[in-house]
């Protein structure tokens, strides 16, 4: 309480209700207070609004990095089934009857490896994305792309070998399918010259013998060739 007096009364104001005046207060020093008390409250607003503008992106980055993690997650569903799919196809055990059969088989192998390797490459990719993404922040989304991917990782390791046994089954089927198309070549072949061995022509006169000579020498041409392709066979 403060004690005043007005027209030789005294009395008690409340000191809340009383405001000190400071006559020796000029017009620019009361200006300086005023310019003063706006810097100081703008420079609050500024503080304000650039910490809003943080949380903002903050709260755009955290989006975003969980927008990349559920796509991850499709893509990584999408390919696990693409990966279910094609191991049915590799564990196939057909390798046919004849060489036309088996080369129509390494066909639709060849068209396979071709989508393995392009899937390989998204596989890359995508495990480059989850790194960066569990890298980032233990999210709830990033621990599950994480999961999910090792698993697939998993099943892609399983895969390749899947492949890798069945273009080795695919190779061995075809070496034996050509051993026989080659056995059955050679076979007309040796019919064939047997029969012109077995020919008791012998010429009529001196031109004629010498033309049975030259084709007779082509033929041991053609058997050393011949020799020299069992020799191989035999040793391969």
Known sequence: M?????????????????KK??????????NLIDNNSISARQNQINQ???????LANERRNKLDETVKAYVLVREAAELAGWIKDKEMHAQVQDVGE??????VLQK???????????NEVRLAEMNEIAMQLVSLGQTEAALKIQTQM?????????????????????????????????????????????????NDDLGKDL????????????????????GDKVSLSENS
């Open 21 to 30: 005046v400071d006559a020796g207060l000029t017009a620019s020093q009361q």
């Open 48 to 54: 304000q609004y650039d910490r809003l503008l943080s």
């Open 98 to 103: 004849d060489l036309e059969q088996v080369e």
């Open 150 to 198: 090792e698993d697939l990782n998993t099943k892609w390791t399983s895969l390749q070998q899947l492949t890798t046994e069945r273009a080795q089954q695919l190779g061995s089927a075809h070496e034996v399918q050509r051993f026989h198309r080659d056995v059955d070549e050679t076979k007309d072949w040796i019919n064939e010259k047997d029969e012109a061995l077995n």
């Open 2 to 18: 403060l004690a005043v007096e007005i027209h030789d009364r005294q009395g008690f104001v409340p000191a809340a209700y009383v």
């Open 108 to 118: 639709k192998f060849d068209d396979f490896n071709t989508d393995l390797k392009a």
């Open 207 to 226: 031109r004629s013998v010498q033309a049975l000579q030259r084709k007779h020498e082509g033929l041991e041409r053609d058997l050393a060739a011949l």
